[in-house]
């Protein structure tokens, strides 16, 4: 039991790390987010400390328009 606490905290603090490098990239700054912006955002939380030792994570997308 005390295993799974200590991973949960563990998980926790990782995600807050990425939050903490996110926002100091500037992400939370546009107001207007699109796909992509989004995803860069979300995977650059789910990296956390790994943006500090180089991964830059971005994401690209393209939604499909809609028929005519």
């Not at 949960?8 to 207007?32: M, P």
């Not at 995803?39 to 939604?63: H, Q, S």
């Amino acid at each position: 039991m005390r295993g799974t606490s200590i991973f949960g905290v563990l998980v926790v603090i990782w995600l807050i790390i990425g939050a903490v490098a996110a926002g100091q990239r500037g992400y939370y700054n546009n107001e207007e987010t699109n796909c992509a912006e989004l995803g860069t955002i979300l995977v650059t939380i789910v990296a956390g400390p790994l943006n500090y030792v180089g991964a830059n994570p971005k994401v690209e997308c393209e939604l499909p328009q809609p028929s005519q």
